[in-house]
């Protein structure tokens, strides 16, 4: 396993205090529209994460945590966020959503980047073309392979190319947040957890009671929402994402990469010591 960043990334040092300065200048001019989260009592540092499904099939959830900047335990403020989220329209309401609140960070369960030998137009390229000969996989990142993985999170995550087509979905809301100047990162909510369990591989099942316990024991939940007995893995997993962002925002997260392909992105993980962000 390859750390790109441990704590606040390189060149961010001081990104965590302009986004909390940031919450608390919205907050406080009033002039912010209405929007139907009504998030204007909210102060501290305000997260959202993601579990994205294809444009038109399955369950996309957003969910948002508010906490402060000393990571103090977050609070599950709003209702999770699953009705009308598919299609073009789908997407333009995850953006407005977003838009309207202004998250520090959006975590995303999905990945962010393609695969170098895709993305790759140097002809040259050593990476592509190395001089002993083979050839990169194309259908899969180098972070997504089992051997960058170690510690209690030892499956890797599924490869990018049986997830492309929400890839490519997050790949543009990404470009769409972005363009608002909204900070978004990549992350693995099954990652998240087993962070939190402390469990390698397939050695214990992540179902959803197992989700719940694992986040209520990192979240408060004052509306009850992650105790329903309905409770669906497209909301869990968005609570999940939503941990990541936080540990992201307040400087408590590792970078999961490859160095050596920095073009392939990273996946963002709660630090294992500090998983249960209490």
Known sequence: ??????????????????????????????NRPQ??????????????????????????????????????????????????????????????????????????DAPLHLPHAVTCRDENCQRCFPSGGGYPSYTTRMLERKDRWEGPTTRPPMPMVMVAGIAFRAIFLRRLLEREGIRVIETWPAGVLRQMQNAPGRSTRLDAGTRARLL?????DPGWRLQQPDLSLDVADAV????????????????????AWPDEGAIVLPCVAQSALT
């Open 216 to 220: 209520l024991g990192s979240v408060d």
């Open 240 to 259: 999940a994402a939503a941990l990541a962002a936080y540990a992201f925002a307040t400087g408590r997260f590792q970078s999961i990469g490859d160095n």
């Open 1 to 30: 396993m390859s750390l790109l960043a441990h704590g606040l990334a390189e060149g961010e040092g001081g990104w965590l205090g302009v986004g909390a300065s940031a919450w608390h200048a919205r907050k406080e001019t009033g």
């Open 35 to 108: 929007n139907e989260l009504d998030m204007s009592r909210v102060s501290g540092v305000l997260v959202a994460g993601i579990d994205l499904s294809g444009r038109t099939t399955g369950t996309t959830a957003l969910a948002w945590l508010v906490g402060t900047a000393s990571g103090e335990r977050p609070r599950l403020e709003r209702p999770v966020v699953t009705d009308g989220l598919r299609g073009a329209k789908g997407d333009e309401r995850i953006v407005g959503l977003l838009v309207d609140v202004r998250p520090d960070v959006v975590a995303i």
